[in-house]
């Protein structure tokens, strides 16, 4: 039975930088995606990116120019950095591992419990 | 606004069904990729309910079900319970706006 379990920041000012930290706990690690997805009351759910074993990552658009995610698989964790951070960025976010191989259409079936970012000036 | 179109909310007394709708466009459910739902209790992380449109994983009852035809996707549950009221989200792949994309989210509100 896989788990994710997620810690980081949950307290930044504007212009800061978030940094999450996801480790999994049981399964592989080198069969999935490992992906970031946040939350926020406006917006809803939203894709952030993934990373795959090999250090491949691939990022939403409309965040790519903030977002890096790596990982170590040696102690099967990925982590999350965003930067320029605004009120905007308000949210819960979410590690998950993505079920898919590569595919495009990867679905999410395991989560981690959430971290409630919030973003003051 | 999400790509993904839901209801914002549902209902249905106990026992009833309930159908939850997920309209998409050409670019992401109607150009063939998978439908997935999750459903996420009041203050919890989602969880997966429905995989590639129909399949379930081990330990969700078979109340749930899905479907997909064209531009559209479905959740269907029956015999509904009260542990059943819980935000419920589709998710595909959009390959204009390259990128997994989610519905807005519906609420099932079990009478």
């Known amino acids: 039975q896989v788990q994710l379990q997620q810690w980081g920041s949950g307290l930044l000012k504007t212009s800061d930088t978030l940094s999450l930290t996801c480790v999994v706990y049981g399964g592989s690690f080198h069969d999935y995606q490992w992906t970031w997805i946040r939350q926020s009351p406006g917006k809803g759910l939203e894709w952030i990116g993934r990373?795959?074993?090999?250090?491949?990552?691939d990022y939403s658009p409309s965040l790519e120019s903030r977002v890096t995610m790596s990982l170590d698989t040696s102690r099967s964790q990925f982590s999350l950095k965003l930067n320029s951070l605004t009120l905007a960025d308000t949210a819960v976010y979410y590690c998950?591992?993505?079920?898919?191989?590569?595919?495009?259409?990867?679905?999410?079936?395991?989560w981690g419990r959430g971290t409630l970012v919030t973003v003051s000036s | 606004q999400s790509v993904l179109t839901q209801p914002p909310s549902v209902s249905g007394a106990p026992g009833q069904g309930a159908t939850i709708s997920c309209t998409g466009t050409s670019s992401n459910i109607g150009a063939g990729y998978a439908v997935h739902w999750y459903q996420q209790l009041a203050g919890t992380a989602p969880k997966l309910l429905i995989f590639r449109n129909t399949d379930r994983p081990s330990g969700v009852p078979d109340r749930f079900s899905g479907s997909k035809s064209g531009t559209s996707a479905s959740l269907a549950i029956s015999g509904l319970q009260a542990e059943d009221e819980a935000d419920y989200y589709c998710q595909s792949y959009d390959n204009g706006l390259r990128v997994s994309v989610f519905g807005e989210g519906t609420k099932l509100t079990v009478l």
């Open positions: 998950a591992r993505a079920n898919g191989g590569v595919e495009l259409d990867a679905y999410f079936d395991s």
């Open positions: 990373i795959f074993r090999t250090g491949t990552t």
